[in-house]
């Protein structure tokens, strides 16, 4: 499974970004999907996960009510949607995929995209 995370940017402080992760010559259905985050000089940690179906997600504590992930598995596309954006969102975001329960641990993932950067300006 390729991966190919998209859609990231600059953004004033509360703004809004979507990200979006696709896949080539793989049908994402099967999968369930997370989005990870990465700033510099920290570890990789879950922000957003979802079902194979769409039918259950899960975000971690510190982006509830502000980042939801969502797909749509005609388009072959996941996305995040992130909102009242903090400097502290600053990272590179990462889509990956595994086949089975969804999970916010980065290690339970076994197919990984590349990276897109969000940067939050104060």
């Known amino acids: 499974v390729q991966l190919q995370a998209s859609g990231g940017g600059l953004v004033q402080t509360g703004g809004s970004l979507r990200l979006s992760c696709a896949a080539s010559?793989?049908?994402?259905?099967?999968?369930?999907i997370g989005w990870f985050r990465q700033a510099p000089g920290k570890e990789r940690e879950g922000v957003s996960c979802i079902s194979s179906n769409g039918g259950a997600t899960y975000s971690a504590d510190s982006m509830k009510g502000r980042f939801t992930a969502s797909r749509d598995n005609a388009k072959n596309t996941v996305y995040l949607q992130m909102n009242s954006l903090k400097p502290e969102d600053t990272a590179v975001y990462y889509c990956?995929?595994?086949?089975?329960?969804?999970?916010?641990?980065?290690?339970?993932?076994?197919?990984w995209g590349q990276g897109t950067l969000v940067t939050v300006s104060s």
């Open positions: 010559e793989s049908t994402l259905e099967y999968y369930a």
């Open positions: 990956a995929a595994r086949s089975g329960v969804w999970s916010i641990t980065p290690g339970r993932y076994d197919y």
